[in-house]
């Protein structure tokens, strides 16, 4: 099956600068994937790149196996995005962003957009201008939504809401996904966010791809052992350690796998999810660990 | 896309059709009370009646909006509705909303100069027609080279190349203040450019001279267009004086003057609107290549 989001040693430079660099991922389709990262990480840039806003500087991304760049209008009709800080014509009323969403789009769906932002209460003759930050946000997702998208790009859109309507958001946005089977790939630097709705996580840290795989899968793999102090440089065998942390009578190891049989002394905890992002943003060269395959994550 | 563009644009839609009817109706309401037919006697040399119409006319054309105003318009529509077209999307973050539409940013961007420009450019064309029957009428003492950039087609190429200029400056830098300012500078260097330098070459100049010294008369040519003042010589072909009479004691032989006739006037508006449209696909063509492939 053609995944929606391919990319081979994608990297994009600015300048000097490598705002993202050598990342192969896969999302696969039907999930929702939470795309986390400290600011400046990469996260945008990758999803311009996936958007067709970017053109590569390496490596390639395709979309339902298709250049962005090179298919650009078969794809558009087919993704939603929503940009940062949520973009819309402020001096347009509600009514007037359908509109605009309808006049752009061939597959749009008029009255489920309607639908969606009168159950939220949005006034359709109100202008952008006068919406709350939360209301602003529902419109941009109500006119990605709209647009009938088999992917569903997201760059940091409850960034500037308050918890509750964070809440809101992120709880109608799964219910919104779910009946289509609408692939999502949302970034966020916000565990919490991730966590609640999503599936599939993408963790991103000064530009590259330190782990990606199903939320689930990652839980069941990475484990906190701790044990007597290790001397030296003794290593646990067939672990791959990710951050080790040693006082002078105990040894913490934050670990990918799992051992038959713990050895005298130690014991296993498993990882929150925010630990093991903490844990690989706080370790850049985590990344360089060979990366686990979904499959072989689930096994 | 085009409900779209109306309804970012149709503020400054309604703007420019304002002023561009306030001017309209200024040049058309003068060249009327200036119709031959409506002429009760010669005021300074022009056809006033002197009634309160024809004292109203008086004071329009002093203000002279008919010479001075139909040079900055072109420019003030670039830079105010070019420059915006592409930059204020930019600036508002809004072009990533834009260009992740199902609408390829080739067609966005052509449909909005295309519905933004052609409106300003009917406007233009009236302008300057309305332009040409007020000079006509404006009676033996005016002549057209004195209005050249106020007559169409010079005021819909010049509007056509004000608003490319504008709106590629706004792509290219992205934000409108510092686009307009470079399209304001850019567009009075070029329009002087052509008009001080390439404009007297576009056909080779004709050539007035006589050792008639009593009979030499400039005005023998009315509807000429004078590119230099005459220059007197002596008899063995040295120059005496370029502009001004000879000094006392000098003999002229014979004087000498640079003229593009009366009858090139037309030709001279195609060569030079044709320069400026050429320029204005350019830009077109720039600002297309950079909007296609900007990076957002």
């Not at chain 1, 391919?6 to 896969?26: E, M, N, P």
């Not at chain 1, 009255?111 to 932002?117: F, I, Q, T």
């Not at chain 2, 009760?40 to 009634?51: A, F, I, M």
């Amino acid at each position: 099956m053609i995944a929606p989001i391919q990319a081979t040693g994608l990297g994009k430079r600015f300048g000097r600068t490598w705002a993202l660099r050598d990342c192969s991922i896969r999302i696969p389709a039907g999930k929702i994937a939470g795309l986390v990262g400290p600011n400046g990480a990469g996260k945008t840039t990758f999803l311009h790149l996936v958007a067709g806003l970017l053109s590569p500087t390496a490596g390639e991304v395709t979309v339902f196996g298709r250049s962005p760049r090179s298919n650009l209008l078969q794809l558009l009709d087919r993704i939603g995005f929503v940009a940062q800080d949520t973009p819309l014509y402020s001096g347009f009323t509600v009514a007037d962003m359908l509109m605009f969403g309808r006049r752009l789009n061939s597959r749009w769906d008029q009255s489920a957009a309607e639908d969606r932002l009168r159950s939220l209460e949005i006034p359709f003759d109100r202008k952008i201008s006068h919406l709350s930050g939360g209301q602003r946000s529902q419109v941009a997702l109500a006119l990605a939504l709209g647009k009938r998208p088999e992917l569903l790009l997201m760059d940091e859109p409850v960034a500037r809401l308050d918890p509750l309507a964070r809440r809101e958001f992120m709880q109608g946005l799964t219910e919104a996904v779910a009946e289509e089977g609408t692939t999502v790939l949302l970034s966020s630097h916000v565990v919490g966010d991730i966590e609640r709705v999503c599936d599939y996580l993408v963790i991103i840290a000064g530009g590259q791809v330190q782990v990606a795989g199903d939320i689930d899968a990652l839980l069941a793999l990475h484990h906190l052992l701790v044990g007597p102090r290790l001397a030296g440089d003794t290593r646990l065998p067939g672990l791959d350690v990710v951050k080790e942390q040693h006082t002078a009578r105990q040894s913490s190891l934050w670990v990918r796998g799992r051992l038959p049989q713990l050895p005298d002394g130690w014991r296993e905890a498993s990882l929150p999810l925010e630990e093991l992002v903490i844990t690989y943003l706080s370790v850049p060269g985590a990344g360089s660990l060979p990366k686990p395959e979904p499959e072989e994550a689930l096994a | 896309m085009s409900w779209v563009t109306w309804r970012q644009h149709r503020l400054e839609g309604a703007w420019s059709l304002i002023f561009g009817s306030l001017i309209a109706a200024a040049i058309g309401f003068v060249a009327y009370q200036l119709h031959p037919a409506n002429c009760p006697g010669l005021v300074d040399g022009y056809c006033w009646s002197d009634d309160a119409a024809g004292q109203l006319a008086q004071k329009i054309v002093r203000f002279n909006i008919y010479q001075y105003g139909l040079v900055v318009f072109p420019a003030l529509a670039g830079a105010f509705i070019g420059c915006p077209l592409v930059a204020r999307e930019i600036e508002n973050g809004t072009h990533r909303l834009a260009w992740t539409q199902g609408v390829t940013r080739m067609r966005w961007f052509l449909v909005k100069l295309a519905y933004v420009t052609f409106p300003l450019l009917v406007g233009a064309a009236a302008v300057g027609v309305l332009e040409i029957i007020l000079i006509n009428h404006l009676g033996t003492g005016a002549n057209h080279w004195d209005f050249f950039d106020q007559q169409a087609p010079m005021t819909v190429a010049a509007t056509l190349f004000a608003l490319s200029l504008g709106v590629a400056a706004g792509a290219l830098v992205g934000r409108s203040v510092p686009a307009m300012a470079v399209t304001l500078f850019a567009f009075v260097v070029v329009r002087i450019g052509l008009a001080q330098i390439a404009r007297p070459n576009y056909m080779t100049a004709v050539v007035y001279t006589t050792h008639d010294l009593a009979g030499y008369n400039s005005a023998a040519y009315p509807t000429a267009w004078w590119l230099d003042p005459p220059s007197y010589y002596g008899s063995s072909g040295q120059l005496l004086s370029n502009g001004g009479l000879a000094g006392p004691g000098q003999r002229v032989s014979y004087v000498v003057q640079h003229f593009q006739p009366g009858d090139r006037f037309w030709t001279f508006q195609t060569i030079e609107s044709v320069i400026l449209t050429c320029l204005a696909l350019i830009l077109i063509g720039f600002a297309i290549y950079w909007v296609t492939r900007r990076v957002a």
